[in-house]
């Protein structure tokens, strides 16, 4: 199978992407698949949640798209078999000014991961909460984009701006990219808002919504802290069931072998 590259955005922040990026490549990996999370976001969340020592790296990604190191020289492996990072933290601010006036610039991350895809099924993107260089890097690397849509506003604006830009980018800079799918977040079935939200967005996405809705979680709130994912935090929580729904219904969108024999 290709390795399926999968950018988790959307310029909104407090939406879940890192929740969805980490949580869904624990559950790809469980079920099997060799994943890799890569860290786009200055915060380095995603890096601090898998228990890396954001501020005490001695080399992350800012080092690879400047061209220091290779890919291959800051990927860790987590403590879950078949899930690894590619960490970031603060020095990832500096990227857009240094490559702001860099030809291709857009292209910088698919020519430093690419020497790296085949040990992995999965690449799973952690995008910033903005639409500026690392983010079009991002989208121009991947082949599909999964947005994480908090169901608690209804945020409809911002999720129309997001699929412009995204099919823009697939015009100019990405002919391969689609949208896989539109994941309602935060869902709580006791107000009335949350099941609005998931029904807006149906009416006007229809079939680019998933079938899993992830719902409000205290555990999921709580993983972080301990440096796990929640199918490792909590495995028997609501919130480890919704993403292993949402990776298996994600698995069961994989081209099928003669269709990736034919690609190929």
């Known amino acids: 199978m290709e390795t399926r590259t999968i950018a988790i955005t959307n310029q909104k922040g407090g939406v879940a992407k890192t929740t969805t990026t980490v949580n869904l490549g624990a559950c790809l990996a469980k079920l099997g698949k060799r994943t890799l999370l890569v860290d786009l976001d200055p915060q380095g969340n995603m890096s601090s949640w898998l228990g890396v020592q954001i501020n005490e790296l001695e080399k992350s990604l800012s080092d690879v798209l400047l061209g220091t190191i290779d890919m291959a020289d800051v990927i860790i492996e987590t403590n879950v078999n078949g899930l690894s990072v590619a960490?970031?933290?603060?020095?990832?601010?500096?990227?857009?000014?240094?490559?702001?006036?860099?030809?291709?610039?857009?292209m910088i991350l698919l020519r430093k991961i690419t020497p790296v895809l085949d040990m992995y099924d999965y690449v799973l993107f952690d995008c910033p909460p903005s639409l500026g260089l690392i983010t079009l890097n991002a989208l121009t690397t991947a082949k599909e984009a999964l947005i994480p849509l908090e169901t608690k506003v209804l945020s409809l604006n911002g999720l129309i701006t997001l699929t412009n830009t995204v099919n823009l980018i697939q015009k100019s800079l990405n002919h391969n990219l689609e949208i896989t799918g539109i994941i309602a977040c935060k869902y709580d079935k006791r107000t009335n808002l949350s099941k609005m939200v998931v029904d807006k967005?149906?009416?006007?996405?229809?079939?680019?919504?998933?079938n899993t809705i992830i719902r409000e979680s205290t555990k999921l709130a709580e993983c972080p802290i301990?440096?796990?994912?929640?199918?490792?935090?909590?495995?028997?929580?609501?919130?480890?069931?919704d993403y292993i729904n949402l990776a298996k219904e994600i698995i069961a969108g994989e081209p099928e072998p003669a269709q990736a024999a034919q690609i190929a």
């Open 201 to 210: 967005i149906k009416n006007g996405f229809n079939k680019k919504v998933f």
């Open 226 to 241: 301990s440096n796990q994912p929640i199918t490792e935090y909590a495995p028997e929580s609501s919130g480890a069931k």
């Open 87 to 106: 960490p970031s933290n603060v020095s990832l601010t500096n990227i857009e000014r240094i490559f702001a006036n860099e030809p291709e610039r857009e």
